[in-house]
Every structure is written in C-alpha cells, then in structure tokens.
C-alpha cells in the first residue's frame, strides 16, 4: 500500500505533462510534408510492379464480366439500387457496395476492358491512405513524429496489403479505409475548433466507407477508443459523437435491407467457411479462435501467402486439446486482460490491442459467420494497430520514449543504432516480400499457379486451377492441339482432387462439365452439369452450359428450354441469349431441310428475337449482330441481312 501511495502522485503529474503538451501541441507543416512525400513515394513504388496486371480472381464477377459496371456511368442510378455482384450471372445477393462499384463503372467508361487503370487507381489510392493514416497518428496519438514515420512505412511495406493492392476487387478495403480515415481526421479537427460542419463531414465520410464495404461498421467502436485514449474529451461527448456514429451505421443497415432484402450473408458454402463443415457450436469457436493465432502469425512473419485458404486448408478443431487452439486461446486471453487492466491509465498497448480487437470482430468468425474463415485481406485495417504495437515495443526494447517529440534524427542516429538497424532489416524484408509477392498476382496463371503450392489441399484452389485451364480463353489461346489435350487432362486431374477434397462443390462439377465437353465427352459432360444443377438449380450458368451438351448431341428443343431457363435466372447473361437464337436457329433450318418453310421462318424469327434481345443488353455484341444478319438471309431477306453483317463487322471483337 506504501508503494502506491508514493508512485500515485508521480504518476498523476506525468499524466497532466501529457496532457499540457497535447493542448499546445505544434505540427511542424514542412516537416509532415517531407516525411508524407518520402511514404508516398515507397508505398507507390512498392506497388509500381502491379500496374500492367490483368484482371484476377473475383476482378470478373465484379468488373470485367459484370454487365452493368461494364454499362460505365450510364448504370449509376442502377448500382446504388442493386447488390455488388448484379449483373454477373445469378451470384449472392447480399453484399451492398454501391460506391466501390461505381467507381468501376466511371473508370471502365473512361478506359473500357482496360485492368492498367484500376490498378493504377488502386496503388494511387493506397499511397494516399498510407499518407493519410500517418496524419491521422500525428493528429492523435501525440507519438514521437518520426517514430510514427517509421509506422507509417512498416505499414506501407506490410506483405499482408499485396491483396488488397494488387487485387482490383479489393478496392472496397481501399476505399473503405480511406473514409474512416478522413472521418477521424474530421473527429479530431471538431474535437480541437467545435464546429458542427466537421462533425457532420466526419458522418458523411462515414458513410461513405459503409457504401464501399459493410466491415466498416466496426468504426462504430473504433472511433470512441481512438477519443478516449488520446484525447481529454468527456464522456458524455464522446457518447455524443459514437451515438452520431451508431445513428448513421442504423441508416445504412435500413438501406442495406430496403435495397438487399436483409443483413448478413445467408446459405454459406462450406467451400468457403471450413467452419461450417461441423454444426458442432463448440468446434466452430475452437476453430476460429486457432485461425486468430494464424491471422496474428501472418501479421508477424507473413509468409508463405495464399489468395484462398478455404475448404480444406485449416482442419476443424474436434479436440480441446488442440496445441494451436490453445496457444490462440491463451495468447488472445493474456493481451485482453493485459489491455483491460492497462484501460483505465490508457496505456498504449491497451489501445492497440483493443484496436485489434475491435478491428478483428467480424473477421474472426466468433460472433458471427462470414463469406470465409481467414482471408488476407481482412488484416488490412487491423494490421494497423500490429504495426503501432511493434513500433511502440522496439522503442520501449532500446528505451526510447515514444511520446518525446523532442527526439531528433540524429540523437536516435547516434544512440539508437540497434534501433535503426533492426528496423530497416524489418522494413527491407518486407518490402522484398511485398515486391516479390505482387508478380504472382500478375494474372489468374500465375497466381493460381503459385497458390496451389502453397495450398495444394485447398479444393476452391484446385478449382481455380482447373478452371484457368480450361476456360475458353485459354484454351483458345493454345494452338498446338496435344499442348490443348494436356491442359485438359491437368485440368481434369486437378478438379478430379477437388471432388475428391469436398464432393458437394457444384461449380467444381460445373467445370468438370466443361472439361468433359472440350473433350467432346457429352454424355459425362451432361452428367457433371446435371450434378451441379441438383445442388444448385438456381444458377443460370448451369443451365446454360448443360443446353449446350443438348445442343451439341442434336437435342435442339430441350436445349432451347435449358437457355431459356438461364435467362429466366439472369437476365443478362447474353451467352445463353446466343445460345437461345442458335437453337431455334438450328430448329429453323431443320424445317428447311425439310420444306417447311412455315414453321422455318417461325424459328427464324424467334431466333433474331433472341439475338436481338442480347443488343439491347450489349449493342456491341458481334457474335449477335452477326448471328441476325445469318438468320435473316437464312429468310431471303438480304437487305436486312447484310446490313447486320456489316455491322457485326465493324466491331473489333
């Protein structure tokens, strides 16, 4: 009881110098700007290896094969109406991204099929965020400038960001963060001048963040630590702004609901939640209490890295005496006692691990199940709070003080060497890592190439694998026909494994069906397609590609009913628009053959009917300007025919 007594009133007068000095605190302009300049430029540079990609990975459900991003500025109105994924086949219709996706729409309108932009966009964006979060940590946690330099680019070289960087659909995390980041920027000016127009600024960017991913929600708690722990704000004022705060997350869930139906992902495939492969409650918690070790080891040494880490990657915990579920659990329960005891002073540490914490509480799969159990991705916001922690402790290792802002570059120069050594070997590695990491990225190739090394057991790799193979235009691009045969046979080998791995796995099936189909085995390739249509009858692919078996043996009238029923699905899937035309097409010159001209010319004009109806989805659609004209001298009109013949000819592709 002594001891306390006499460290009580030392501690109370350091924390009242702490709190003079932030009263008075002055930010030397010239100085941020230079240090800002010198992140800018190695994020960009970091990252500059990444700007002729191609499109990867969900980069073709959300960008490139989506037909309305693809309808540029002219489908505004419509994506702030719809789902993220709408207008790619008949995907899940749970996700509200509207603002992330217009920004595809502006930029394809800009520059069409063209991936160097987004990237672009992309690595231009994140050196803005890395440059932003460092203003932001000056602004707040009052740390020693260049220590906080030195956070900044420990985050800007982190190898856990390659996904969100090089990965163009993982612009929702960009810009996500790059609006909470301006929001606690705004918090912090309203906290210093009062004025109400930096509160409402700071709700609307917000906002913004909910429309660019739904994740963002979290800053509803983020927010009050960031005001509590750094600032000498009230209570009750701080109650104010996260009411504000929770207000804004409530309209945003109304919206989500008025326009998405509900909240949450519904039917998750255990393909992509392993933790859904048991219904036992105990061994999911198990489970992703073991993953959060793996997130916080992919912080610390973030190697080997994967783009998929699915079914089944990470076996379920069916045991309590599991060693890596009880290392997560003790080293997960050690630093929320730490962080809760330490609250109270507002030690550091407690607001970093409760920034993680907090950060990680819809990625961790414990409170609730999401559309994976462990992605890269997810780390990106809370790695944030990884890298203050380091810096914090290497200071604290070569007893530095890390809030005195009196510290100059060349007292830690000459004093602090170990300092400056162990932290530029940190900083070279990742980087190295970061640059290394971004090629494989370079297209879907190589990046399933790689990743399936790294996660050969993963059945949703396996099929990225397979699928790459052999998709039209990859095989297209092979000219040697035994090179095609053996990309088949690879292709075949490799979602053989998957099947294997995770048998109810329809889109496995799916491809199954049309590695089948290139290898003109019809009668397997219908048996695959009718597979995945009896654990997913609601997808219009299927349908479609399972019409095509039907087409292809002759079946014209059953085909022409499986692509209608496509279309019943999707309405803008403009293959099986095609496909329809081509079967009632096929039907029409049946009646030809046979003299009946009456019932020809009534398939006939079905037919333009469906091509027609893919140009009012796609007016520059040359396989369906082309298909009319055919059609139409297939009737003798000639006029009609070559003027769609002609037009079919202007178009490049």
Known sequence: MSTQKKNNPKHKPHEAKIKSESKTFAIDKKLVLKLSLVIALV?????????????????????????????????????????????????????????????????????????????????????????????????????????????????????????????????????????????????????????KGLLIGSLLCFFLALLSKESAIVYVALAPLFIYFFTETSLKKNFKITSLLATIAIIYMMLHIKIIGSIGIKNIPVIDNSLLYTSDVIQQKATAIMIMG???????????????????????????????????????????????KKMKEKHFLSFCILFYFVAMALASNIFMLIGTHLAERLLFFPSIAFCLAAVYLLSKLVKINPTDLNLKPETVLRIHKPLLMLTALILILYSLKTYSRNKDWKSDTTLFGHDLKTVPNSAH?????????????????????????????????????????????????????????????????????????????????????????????GNYAEAAKAFQKAIEIDKYDTDAGCNLGSAYGAMGEAYKARKDLVNANKMFLLAIESFKKVTEIDPNNKSANQFIGLTYMNMGDRVNGQEYINKAKSFTK
């Open 294 to 340: 793996k997130y916080f080891l992919l912080l610390l040494f973030p190697h080997p890295l994967s783009s998929d880490y699915s079914f089944n990657t990470i076996p379920i915990v069916t045991s309590m005496a599991n060693i890596g579920f009880i290392v997560a659990l003790i080293f997960h329960s050690f630093l929320l006692f730490y962080a809760i």
């Open 43 to 195: 994020s960009f540079l970091l990252y500059s290896n990444t700007l002729q990609h191609q499109f990867v990975l969900d980069d073709y459900s959300v960008i490139k094969e989506n037909k309305i991003t693809k309808g540029g500025t002219s489908s505004l109105k419509e994506i702030f109406f719809s789902s993220y994924r709408e207008g790619y086949g008949n995907n899940e219709n749970n996700l509200y991204r509207p603002l992330t996706k217009a920004m595809f729409a502006i930029e394809w309108q800009l520059s069409p099929n063209n991936p160097n932009v987004h990237h672009l966009i992309n690595v231009l964006m994140y050196s803005f965020v890395c440059v932003l979060l460092f203003i932001v940590l000056i602004r707040f946690t009052k740390m020693n400038i260049y220590l906080l330099f030195i956070v900044a680019l420990l985050f800007a070289a982190h190898p856990i960001h390659t996904e969100v960087v090089a990965n163009i659909k993982s612009r929702d995390e960009l810009s996500s963060m790059l609006f909470l980041l301006l929001s606690l920027l705004s918090i912090s000016n309203y906290l210093n001048s009062n004025k």
């Open 461 to 553: 790799m396996l099929f990225y694998y397979a699928n790459n193979l052999a998709n039209k235009d990859s095989l297209n691009a092979v000219k040697d026909p035994k090179q095609r045969e053996l990309r088949l046979i690879n292709a075949q080998k490799s979602i053989k494994k998957a099947l294997t791995l995770y048998e109810l796995f329809p889109d496995a099936h799916n491809v199954a069906g049309r590695i089948y189909y290139e290898q003109k085995n019809y009668e397997a390739s219908f048996k695959s397609y009718n597979r995945a249509l009896e654990m997913n009858p609601g997808k219009g692919m299927y349908h479609n590609n399972a019409g095509t078996c039907l087409f292809s043996i």
